[in-house]
């Protein structure tokens, strides 16, 4: 049975981030390339949220070993690329939804420009009110603000957009 892209991309679904275990690596945007040769040896190629990402040799083995178990499969390779540029636009709608079941408020999208005040108008995702306030720029990790809603009374994080 000839595998494609599809049937690759479609079981990848199934991995989800360590960090967000709500979201997909397909859904997140890193899974950025796949190729399957006529042999069904499988490519896929991550970018990851940032450079420093310590989850990325997880999420490598995590996808290596979701695609081996594929009927079919020859080879596996699972390679990291920084030749695409990570950014919040490649975040797919169904994950924009899933970071926000994880208590995440999900970052808006742009158009390559990002001001420092966008951080400041962001929608609590536990009440979906914008009576929010921003604690704190630096979360727990790089790509997290933190935040505070002032009708709920929760406090959260905010997935930064990044350009």
């Not at 595998?3 to 991309?9: A, F, K």
């Not at 390679?79 to 970071?99: C, H, P, R, Y």
Request: hydrophobic share 35%; net charge negative.
């Amino acid at each position: 049975m000839k595998l494609s892209e599809e049937n690759i991309r479609e079981a990848l679904y199934d991995v989800k981030d360590p960090e967000i275990p709500t979201i997909s690596l397909v859904d997140l945007g890193i899974v950025t390339g796949i190729s399957v040769s006529d042999t069904n040896d499988v490519n896929v190629q991550l970018t990851p949220t940032f450079a420093g990402c310590p989850a990325l040799r997880i999420m490598e083995d995590l996808v290596a070993d979701r695609i081996k178990i594929i009927d079919g499969v020859n080879n596996v390779t699972v390679s990291t690329n920084f030749d695409v540029q990570w950014n919040t636009n490649m975040i797919s709608e169904v994950g924009l939804k899933a970071l926000k079941k994880h208590g995440l408020a999900p970052p808006p999208r742009h158009d390559g420009y990002i001001e420092l005040d966008v951080l400041s108008d962001t929608a609590c995702p536990y009440c979906g009110s914008r009576n929010t306030t921003l604690e704190t720029p630096f979360g727990p990790t790089l790509c997290r603000s933190m935040h505070y809603c002032k009708n709920c009374k929760q406090a959260f994080e905010g997935f930064k957009p990044v350009t």
